[in-house]
């Protein structure tokens, strides 16, 4: 879904880019004009081609042989003169990619995909100075592509005929050379640095702008994400003198407060259409003062800034408006009456500011109003007004988070009247709202997504909801919705990515050979129920990522079937069923990174996973056997995994020493098991673990020394085993600034205890109860506190 801002933004661009074309004199459609390439602009393109020797997906595979350079991919030539005019070499994927980006629920394999598609696309390497043969040359797009962090030539402020000149987001780095100040006739300037395909690029950023000066013509300026900090002391009066500006694009440029006075006089203020400072570090007004001077700005973005108070008197006179976007600032007066007196605004966004009082009636006033973001406002209360349902082109409301205490019933009611037959997004979570849903649900046949977690919202869902034939994104969760959700509510959904109806008292009653008509992403039924079978429809489920069916009261083994819908899935979590029966082997599952089983029956060994695996929780179940094969599968194969819990379960036997392929370990929990023989010394090759619970086994011997490599250790547990010898003097030493947590309790440690542990000065918790330690506790560590089941105080547990 394409934002108004981007619609906005691609309409001026194709506008400017029509005027550069009407300014030259040829044509793609008579063809009995065409005279063909100028043989040494030909040669310059070859050499330019050369140059970039990062092609993977051969867009320049027509660049080349005997043929016309004029027929070349993304090279214009005039008609009746041959000499080249325009190079458009833009990505292809550039515009699908900064989409996806922005798309709040895209799934991460769509956006993996259109990623590389994006990558596939780009070209790199360098540019050859032989485009300064190209005399004619009026237009150069190379957006999108990666041309390795080099800087951006000085040469091509050289090319003197240059109206159009785009380079951004194409992997440039370094200082902006001030030689583009020389090109005089330019019209159209894009240095964007937003979307970057590495994060080893070094950000573009300016010396000054005061080369700015020379571009007389310019109507179209884009220096956003480039790093502008040295010119905020001088970038709008450098600006200022751009008479012909339409758009100026200055978001995430690091801008600080402007301080000079006077401010300078508007030079643009009848061109001036365009204005982004959004991202930016503003809180002052000064600067609103000069914008509330820019009368014909039918854009304006001023959006994660730092500006508190009242919102702007001045801006009422910037009645042209069609698109305001205040977001998360900190302006803390009530929504201006003027504000609704803006018949043409088409897009309002004042999220997340600390805006007061009530909604106004006199919203019913825009009725132009396509996109309204009121969300995050928490001091805003109260209903949404009657007058609401006149705004019959919303295409998308956003009220999360404020205080609108309202039944869900009469928001129904006010949007159905004519706002349900353009509404396609509708957010409304965590805002207070009570109450039922009703049949006038189905009346928005055009809703592709619906946000209405964190209410309280009660009762059935209407069967009506199978009308919404449009709907991709359905997010009901942690509500009180009861009742049953049967295949009538499904019945034209064919487009669901997203649904999310988890912790509510739902039950999902549908056949047990259903079908649905869609494909999900994420699914998260948590703590619903789904009855004591386990829902084989899922296995129809090709590309799910997220799956999370905890807690919803399936006693059944799962099928064979269903583990080979995996193969995009990162995160699964069936904890607290109660599931039975053996695990597969999930080897090729490489794309999970989240594993969550616990608190099941599942049993016989634990299986064997893809070391891509980040979190694994076993826990609470009756796996059994050896964990060897487990542990040392593919030991030339280092496992990524940080999170292992295996507690509460029946393992046995000894650990094995094959510790070091798991080198990223945080936490690992193998307590309440059946594990015996010495702790491997392998153990000390997990050098990021901060907590180690071995606690409730038959582990004996002493603590391997080289668990001193530990030194990130913040908990370690090994209480209830039958570990001898003294307590180690280098824990003291090792552990000083980490250890929070040290529970030694329940072995055979004799001896008296070191006074290095007076080092542990993080420690909060020790136990070292019901061992054969003698001694008086040192004084240092009577101050710490202690864990135990009885009474019995720290000092009495240290003694004999």
Not at 222 to 242: E, I, Q, R, Y
Not at 575 to 594: D, H, K, Q, R
Not at 761 to 785: E, T, W, Y
Request: hydrophobic share 40%; net charge negative; charged share 15%.
């Amino acid at each position: 879904m394409k934002s108004i801002t981007k619609s906005f933004f691609t309409v001026g661009l194709v506008f400017l880019e029509l005027l550069v074309v009407a300014d030259i004199n040829f044509s793609f459609c008579n063809g009995s004009s065409h005279v063909g390439c100028v043989q040494s602009e030909r040669k310059a393109l070859l050499s330019f081609k050369q140059g970039l020797s990062y092609d993977p997906s051969n867009r320049l595979a027509s660049w080349g042989g005997d043929g016309d350079c004029c027929r070349w991919a993304g090279v214009v030539c005039d008609n009746f003169t041959g000499h080249v005019i325009q190079l458009r070499l833009r990505n292809p994927h550039l515009e699908y990619f900064t989409d996806y980006e922005e798309e709040p629920y895209a799934s991460s394999a769509t956006i993996v995909a259109v990623y590389e598609a994006y990558e596939r696309s780009m070209l790199g390497g360098k540019i050859n100075p032989s485009l300064l043969d190209l005399k004619h040359l009026i237009y150069l797009d190379l957006s999108g592509n990666h041309f390795d962090g080099h800087d951006i030539p000085e040469f091509l402020g050289s090319i003197e005929n240059l109206r159009y000149l785009n380079l951004s987001n194409a992997g440039f780095s370094g200082m902006i050379p001030q030689q583009l100040g020389n090109l005089s006739s330019l019209q159209n300037l894009d240095l964007n640095f937003e979307f970057q395909s590495s994060n080893d690029i070094t950000v573009l950023h300016v010396e000054n702008l005061f080369w700015l000066s020379g571009l007389s013509l310019l109507e179209h300026l884009d220096l956003s994400g480039v790093n502008l900090s040295k010119a905020s002391d001088h970038w709008l009066p450098m600006t200022n003198t751009l008479s012909s500006l339409k758009v100026l694009q200055l978001s995430k440029c690091k801008l600080d407060q402007y301080h000079s006075l006077p401010l300078p006089m508007v030079n643009f203020s009848s061109s001036l259409t365009t204005l982004d400072l959004s991202d930016n570090r503003f809180s002052n007004h000064l600067i609103l003062s000069w914008i509330c001077d820019l009368s014909h700005l039918v854009f304006l973005n001023l959006g994660r800034n730092r500006f508190r108070g009242s919102i702007p008197v001045g801006l009422q006179n910037l009645t042209s408006l069609k698109h305001l976007d205040l977001t998360m600032n900190y302006f803390n007066s009530s929504i201006p009456k003027w504000l609704y007196g803006f018949s043409h605004l088409e897009y309002l966004s004042l999220r997340q500011n600390y805006l007061q009082g009530r909604i106004s009636s006199g919203i019913g006033n825009l009725t132009s109003l396509e996109r309204l973001d009121l969300s995050f406002n928490d001091q805003l209360v109260g209903s949404i007004p009657r007058s609401f349902g006149r705004l019959c082109n919303l295409r998308s409301i956003s009220l999360s988070g404020i205080e609108l205490s309202q039944e869900m019933c009469e928001i129904l009611d006010i949007f159905s009247r004519c706002i349900s037959n353009n509404l396609e997004s509708l957010y409304i979570g965590g805002s207070q709202i009570s109450g039922q849903f009703t049949d006038q649900l189905g009346k928005f046949k055009n809703l592709h997504t619906f946000y209405a977690s964190e209410n309280s919202i009660s009762g059935p869902m209407p069967s009506s909801l199978g009308e919404l034939s449009s709907l991709k994104f359905l997010i009901i969760s942690s509500n009180k919705l009861n009742g049953t959700l049967s295949e009538i509510h499904f019945a034209n959904i064919t487009r669901l990515l997203v649904f999310d109806a988890s912790e509510n008292p739902l039950a999902l009653t549908v056949s047990l050979d259903w079908i649905p008509r869609f494909q999900l992403a994420y699914l998260n039924l948590r703590s619903c129920n789904l009855g004591y079978r386990f829902p084989l429809w899922l296995q129809t489920q090709k590309f799910l990522e997220y799956i999370d069916i905890s807690n919803s009261g399936i006693s059944d083994n799962i099928p064979n079937p269903f583990w080979n819908i995996l193969s995009r899935t990162y995160q699964l979590n069936l904890s607290c069923n109660n599931m039975y029966g053996p695990i597969p082997e999930l080897t090729n599952a490489s794309t999970l990174f989240v594993l969550d089983l616990s608190s099941n029956n599942f049993s016989g060994p634990l299986p064997l996973l893809h070391s891509n695996v980040s979190t694994v929780n076993f826990s609470n179940n009756t796996f059994s056997g050896s964990i060897s094969q487990f542990l040392c599968y593919k030991t030339r194969e280092s496992k990524k995994t940080e999170v292992l819990k295996l507690r509460f379960n029946s393992l046995a036997e000894e650990l094995p020493d094959c510790w070091m392929n798991w080198p990223s370990l945080i936490i690992l929990d193998l307590g309440n098991n059946k594990f015996t023989g010495s702790l491997p010394t392998s153990i000390g090759t997990l050098m990021m673990l901060e907590s180690l619970r071995l606690r409730k086994n038959h582990f004996f011997g002493t603590i391997p020394v080289a668990l001193n490599n530990c030194t990130e250790l913040r908990v370690l547990d090994v209480s209830g085993n039958e570990l001898v010898g003294i307590i180690p003097s280098w824990m003291g030493e090792r552990f000083s600034s980490r250890m929070i947590i040290l529970n030694l309790r329940s072995n055979k440690f004799h001896g008296f205890l070191p006074l290095e542990l007076c080092r542990l000065a993080s420690l909060q918790i020790l136990d070292l109860a019901d061992n054969n330690l003698f001694g008086v506790l040192p004084r240092c560590i009577k101050k710490h506190k202690c864990h135990g089941d009885n009474n019995i105080s720290c000092e009495q547990r240290c003694m004999v």
